[in-house]
């Protein structure tokens, strides 16, 4: 599965729009970009996940650069119960069980 | 909607002892995996299982075995337990038919502390 890289942390005001930005310059055809997130000792939660086109669910969007190189996780009114640490991860669509590799993530404050 | 379900919450051992955990899937979900996260880590790979067999291994140490029985659920047997066995243990589940996302949904985790 390719690698991805995000920045450590970031800071959001609370209301307004948070954006994840996530590099994965070695994703494949046939890749996936899912986006989880840990409220603290937590399970993770799913988010959302696209391939090509971008995708927009009610937490979340995921925009998703046309040579899918990086995208971006779009927080549209964050709230204080948004702090959490956001993973991206790419990863071949599989029906058979194949596992996520986590880390090491963005940790997100959002500040009143 | 029901979510995963694992049991117990929490749980504390002594060295060299064993310990059970449970995991209960989702309703109509065929696939099981089991993470562990240490503190301050990042949730780590353990195995999965898919329509009860085995389908992948990740970093899962010698000492510990699991499977998935008839009716879905999962048990993570751990042995010889050791201090750095001390972790948050996640189980997730997820749809590997089709019509399924493929998103995994994570249970809320048991907490083992060996002493």
């Known amino acids: 599965d390719a690698k991805t890289t995000q920045p450590t942390s970031m800071d959001c005001a609370e209301g307004r729009a948070a954006n994840l930005p996530c590099n994965h310059s070695?994703?494949?055809?046939?890749?996936?970009v899912y986006w989880y997130r840990q409220i603290h000792s937590q399970g993770p939660q799913y988010i959302i996940h696209?391939?090509?086109n971008n995708e927009t669910n009610e937490m979340a969007s995921l925009i998703i650069t046309e040579d899918r190189k990086s995208s971006t996780l779009i927080l549209p009114h964050a709230t204080l119960r948004d702090t959490a640490v956001y993973y991206c991860?790419?990863?071949?669509?599989?029906?058979?069980?194949?596992?996520?590799?986590f880390g090491p993530g963005t940790r997100l404050s959002v500040l009143p | 909607a029901a979510g995963v379900i694992q049991s117990p919450r929490h749980l504390i051992k002594e060295k060299r002892e064993t310990a059970t955990l449970k995991c209960y899937p989702i309703?109509?979900?065929?696939?099981v995996y089991w993470y562990q996260q240490g503190p301050g880590q990042d949730p780590q790979f353990l195995i999965s299982?898919?329509?009860?067999?085995?389908?992948d291994k990740g970093s899962i140490p010698d000492r510990f075995s699991a499977q998935q029985f008839s009716d879905y659920h999962s048990e993570l047997n751990m042995s010889s337990l050791e201090l750095g066995d001390s972790a948050l243990y996640f189980c997730?589940?997820?749809?590997?038919?089709?019509?399924?996302?493929?998103?995994?949904?994570f249970g809320p985790g048991t907490r083992l502390t060996v002493l």
């Open positions: 991860i790419v990863r071949v669509f599989s029906n058979y069980g194949q596992n996520f590799v």
């Open positions: 696209g391939l090509k």
């Open positions: 070695t994703i494949s055809g046939n890749e996936y």
């Open positions: 299982f898919y329509e009860k067999m085995q389908s």
């Open positions: 997730a589940s997820s749809l590997g038919s089709s019509g399924g996302g493929n998103e995994q949904f």
């Open positions: 309703p109509r979900h065929d696939t």
